[in-house]
């Protein structure tokens, strides 16, 4: 399974860095494709995204760890795409890493695309 990941720093402190990307609601805010992050219970999330001309929808696994600042999420219906992001102190900042496991990869250059927007996007976010 292909692994795809990007580390940025933010002049936000760890603490306040995985406040704000753990809120669910934040999502459609730094995650480049999706469009719509509603939680539906413990854990989990109804997501919309637009990837690569296509509309998609589904539920998703979202687990947050305050005490360790990690975040973990994957599909519900396929083992083939799950992620975690993990927030670390980083001088006065803070340390954000975002991991990708895709089971089909598609277009790696548009993965990789995405995640790059998506890094700018936090790096905004957080500043």
Known sequence: MPEFERTTTVPA???DAFRVL???RNLPRYVATMTTSEPTGADRLHVAADVEGRHEEGDARFRADREQRRMEWGGESSRGYRGWIQVAGAGD???VTIHLFVEHTGD???INRVLDESVGNIRRLLS
């Open 108 to 110: 790696e250059e548009e």
């Open 22 to 24: 753990a809120d669910p």
């Open 93 to 95: 900042g803070a340390s």
């Open 13 to 15: 402190s760890p603490d």
